[in-house]
C-alpha cells in the first residue's frame, strides 16, 4: 500500500486545516503521526476502520480523525491550530507497517 498525505500549509494560530491521506488499497486501523523539526515521530490520533478514534493528549478537542473506506481515505481535521503543532504530518498504520510517504508540512505562525 502506497499513503500520500496532503492538505498542509501555512496558517495563522487560531485557524484550520484538513488534511487527507489516500492510500492505494483497502487499509484497516489508520493512524496520523507528526514530527517537529529535532524531534521524534509522534502519533497524533488513530481510527479503527469502523471508526472508533483516539488522540493524543496535546490536540485532544481541536482534532478529529475521520475516514471513507469507499475512497481509502483518512482524514484530519484540525482546528484551533497552535504554533506548537507545526511539523510534517505522515499518516501510517498504527503499528508503522507502510512506508512512509513524504509528508504533508504544517506551519503555524504566532
Known amino acids: 500500500v502506497q499513503l500520500q498525505a496532503s492538505g498542509g500549509g501555512l496558517v495563522q494560530a487560531g485557524e484550520s486545516l484538513r488534511l487527507s491521506c489516500a492510500a492505494s488499497?483497502?487499509?484497516?486501523?489508520m493512524a496520523w503521526f507528526r514530527q517537529a523539526p529535532g524531534k521524534q515521530r509522534d502519533v497524533v490520533a488513530t481510527?479503527?476502520?469502523?471508526?472508533?478514534?483516539t488522540y493524543a493528549d496535546a490536540v485532544k478537542g481541536r482534532f478529529t480523525i475521520s475516514r471513507d473506506n469507499s475512497k481509502n481515505t483518512v482524514y484530519l481535521q484540525m482546528n484551533s491550530l497552535k504554533p506548537e503543532d507545526t511539523a510534517v504530518y505522515y499518516c501510517?498504520?498504527?503499528?508503522?507497517?507502510?512506508?512512509w510517504g513524504q509528508g504533508t508540512l504544517v506551519t503555524v505562525s504566532s
Open positions: 501510517n498504520s498504527p503499528f508503522r507497517s507502510y512506508s
Open positions: 488499497g483497502s487499509v484497516f486501523s
Open positions: 481510527i479503527t476502520r469502523s471508526g472508533s478514534a
